[in-house]
Nanobody, 116 residues
Framework: QVQLVESGGGLVQVGGSLRLSCAAS????????MGWYRQAPGKQRELVAL???????NYLDSVKGRFTISRDNAKNTVYLQMNSLKPEDTAVYYC??????????WGQGTQVTVSA
């Protein structure tokens, strides 16, 4: 069982920055992949960024060049640095972990609101 706890969300103005953190209850080096998803009101949850156990990354097209996902294995924490935020980035952001057995785990979510 993997427990994930997100932090770092909040209210920011257009063009501002936030850094989300996701602390895992297990060694993230043993997790197949970790990622950040988001869900805006009335929309489906979408994958924003993903990082694998070997450090490969993948991003939603609309956040490329603005968001950066990273991991600190010593702290069992994954980060999402979000720069140049736009109103359309407003959503609840969820941390996700995929185990080596392809079980999915989710955090409770953290709200990000970008004001125009």
């Amino acid at each position: 069982q993997v427990q994930l706890v997100e932090s770092g969300g909040g209210l920011v103005q257009v063009g501002g920055s936030l850094r989300l953190s996701c602390a895992a209850s297990v060694r993230i080096s043993s997790i197949n992949a970790m990622g950040w998803y988001r869900q805006a009101p009335g929309k489906q949850r979408e994958l924003v960024a993903l990082i694998t156990s070997v450090g490969a990354t993948n991003y939603l097209d609309s956040v490329k060049g603005r968001f950066t996902i990273s991991r600190d294995n010593a702290k069992n924490t994954v980060y999402l640095q979000m720069n140049s935020l736009k109103p359309e980035d407003t959503a609840v952001y969820y941390c996700n972990a995929v185990s080596v057995r392809y079980s999915y785990y989710w955090g409770q979510g953290t709200q990000v609101t970008v004001s125009a």
